[in-house]
């Protein structure tokens, strides 16, 4: 199995800035597609940012793209979101994902489906007011 645990939620003012850490552990099968993904109370889950650790490609939502970086950190177990000019819409729980095992050996990912994501954090709170 793989763990993911989030930190560095919290609550910020709009336009102000806030960085999230998920931590990985557990069994490396190879696959080193990861998400970030955030949903709002009474709203669906959403894809806002992806990485492939092996070809560093990205992906971002258009809601956050110019705001927000999905990056790995210097310790290959550890994954970064930095959120950038935040307003009151981005308030969510943000949750941290690694690519589903049998998703990942196809080699296509949907980092906006939740679906082709097979592990998950517990999620942290951003709150923008």
């Known amino acids: 199995h793989v763990q993911l645990v989030e930190s560095g939620g919290g609550l910020v003012q709009p336009g102000g800035s806030l960085r999230l850490s998920c931590t990985v552990s557990?069994?490396?099968?190879?696959?080193?597609?990861m998400g970030w993904f955030r949903q709002a109370p009474g709203k669906g889950r959403e894809g806002i940012a992806g990485i492939s650790t092996g070809s560093g490609s990205t992906y971002y939502a258009d809601s956050v793209k110019g705001r927000f970086t999905i990056s790995q950190g210097n310790a290959k177990n550890t994954l970064y979101l930095q959120m950038t000019r935040l307003t009151l819409e981005d308030t969510a729980m943000y949750y941290c994902?690694?690519?589903?095992?049998?998703?990942?050996?196809?080699?296509?990912?949907?980092?906006?489906?939740?679906?082709?994501?097979?592990?998950w954090g517990q999620g942290t709170q951003v709150t923008v007011s």
């Open positions: 557990g069994h490396d099968d190879g696959c080193g597609v």
């Open positions: 994902a690694r690519a589903a095992t049998w998703r990942c050996a196809t080699g296509r990912v949907d980092y906006g489906r939740s679906a082709d994501f097979g592990y």
